[in-house]
T-cell receptor, first 117, second 117 residues
Framework: DAGVTQSPTHLIKTRGQQVTLRCSPK?????VCWYQQALGQGPQFIFQ???????QRGNFPDRFSGHQFPNYSSELNVNALLLGDSALYLC????????????????FGPGTRLTVL | GDSVTQMEGPVTLSEEAFLTINCTYT??????LFWYVQYPGEGLQLLLK?????DKGSNKGFEATYRKETTSFHLEKGSVQVSDSAVYFC????????????????FGKGTKLSVKP
């Protein structure tokens, strides 16, 4: 049973560029959350997708956007990259039980390391 | 706002030593509490969890008890091994009105543990 997978593993971009990161949830899961983990910090919640809609959002600017596809996979897009966007981006999947209410356990992928020069 | 505070690292111990990593939280209502572990180059793995006051989560020799009166969820292990070397994150998830999790996790900054043979 494949766990959460993310691609690419590493990515290098320059300021002002745009980037797309991808996530495939664990088999049987339908909800995806994205987190940003800066070096030496804990992950920060970006947003959650369920039924192809953004259901919750953390304190991140509109430059961060996402999408969920009918097969539950998800993309995270970041526009107009800043140096401060350099981080490990983590995707976590889980199974919603009631109208998008996510029940406790999220399974995390290995992350995508984004470096902005 | 809702937050998690955990002890600063790094923590360096000898094999078979006793481990305590302190974690306290601030949250509205009664959240679910978690400990995640991140091994080098990997994503986060759920170590243990507790969903209500006085619950004790345990896994792989690690334990933590949900203390409502002190808003704490300290991680303990009686005898650490070199293989326990990793970064440990304390996290909380707020409860939705129907009792489920709201889905997004709020993390502490992490505590790096190094165990020497």
């Amino acid at each position: 049973d494949a766990g959460v997978t993310q691609s690419p593993t590493h990515l290098i971009k320059t300021r002002g560029q745009q980037v797309t990161l991808r996530c495939s949830p664990k088999s049987g899961h339908d909800t995806v959350c994205w987190y940003q983990q800066a070096l030496g910090q804990g992950p920060q919640f970006i947003f959650q997708y369920y039924e192809e809609e953004e259901r919750q959002r953390g304190n991140f600017p509109d430059r961060f956007s996402g999408h969920q596809f009918p097969n539950y996979s998800s993309e995270l897009n970041v526009n107009a990259l800043l140096l401060g966007d350099s981080a490990l981006y983590l995707c976590a999947s889980s199974l919603a039980v009631t109208s998008g209410r996510v029940y406790n356990e999220q399974f995390f992928g290995p992350g995508t390391r984004l470096t902005v020069l | 706002g809702d937050s998690v505070t955990q002890m600063e690292g790094p923590v360096t111990l000898s094999e078979e030593a006793f481990l305590t990593i302190n974690c306290t939280y601030t949250a509205t209502g009664y959240p679910s509490l978690f400990w995640y572990v991140q091994y080098p180059g990997e994503g986060l793995q759920l170590l243990l969890k507790a969903t209500k006051a006085d619950d004790k989560g345990s896994n792989k020799g690690f334990e933590a008890t949900y203390r409502k009166e002190t808003t704490s969820f300290h991680l303990e292990k009686g005898s650490v091994q070199v293989s326990d070397s990793a970064v440990y994150f304390c996290a909380l998830s707020l409860k939705a009105p129907d009792g489920g999790s709201q889905g997004n996790l709020i993390f502490g900054k992490g505590t790096k543990l190094s165990v020497k043979p």
